[in-house]
């Protein structure tokens, strides 16, 4: 992200800001509600535009990419959501499944793929269970195997830990970490200092608008 700034109709945004996430890096994004972290998520997978400068993620730049191409940019891209967006009346395999589906992967690598992501997020004998058939902590979980399962060059997760326990937050984090070690990047925000604090990872601190890259 070079000098963008993006502002709402409406209201505040985001101000020249300037950071490179390297591959396989884990990042934390912090600062107080309203400071502009979702923005800053929205612009990397290009559901917004800048209006100055330039986000670029992977090989797409936000000067150059054609609107048909960012579905292209969002299969790079596993997005992690504080309030899960799993389909109510799909199961945990048919949540999971969807990315897959919708890039045309076939019947049989589908279910290898689906049951590995559950495997990997400990959620194997759930696969028929509705989103609201699983704790919040399940819940989030599944949503990492729906992003894992696209295999991901970064994985973006937006207060992934907002709606959990302390300790099943904590949970979460380590597994992001192990996915992180695995090779793909994470960029996570967060307003739980506590959570984050000591995790030996690089923090990105913003305050209205205006980021601080540590
Ligand atoms: N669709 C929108 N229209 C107008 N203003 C918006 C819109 N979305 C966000 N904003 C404003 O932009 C600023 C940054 O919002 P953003 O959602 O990026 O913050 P955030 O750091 O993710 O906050 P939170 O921790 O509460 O999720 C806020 O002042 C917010 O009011
Ligand atoms: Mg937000």
Avoid: W
């Amino acid at each position: 992200m070079e000098n963008v700034t993006y502002s709402y109709e409406k209201g505040y945004g985001i101000k020249n800001v300037n950071f490179t996430i390297d591959d396989s890096e884990f990042t934390f994004l912090i600062g107080p509600t309203g400071s502009g972290k979702t923005t800053i998520m929205k612009l990397i997978y290009m559901a917004l535009f800048p209006q100055s400068g330039v986000v670029t993620t992977g090989k797409f730049s936000s000067d150059k990419i054609k609107k048909r191409k960012i579905p292209f940019l969002r299969r790079k891209i596993g997005m992690i959501f504080q309030d899960y967006h799993l389909l109510q009346d799909r199961n945990l395999y048919e949540n999971i499944a969807l990315p897959l589906y919708v890039v045309g992967t076939s019947h049989s690598d589908v279910s290898e793929r689906v049951e590995e992501a559950i495997d990997q997020v400990s959620l194997t004998g759930k696969e028929e269970h509705l989103p609201n058939e699983l704790s919040g902590g399940e819940q989030q979980r599944a949503c990492i195997a729906r992003a894992l399962v696209k295999e991901p060059e970064i994985i973006l997760a937006d207060e992934p830990t907002g709606n959990l326990d302390p300790i099943t937050s904590f949970e979460l984090l380590k597994l992001l970490e192990s996915v992180n070690h695995e090779g793909t990047a994470v960029l996570m925000a967060s307003h739980n200092y506590n959570l984050i604090k000591g995790r030996g990872h690089r923090i990105m601190e913003i305050q209205q608008g205006i980021l601080r890259n540590n």
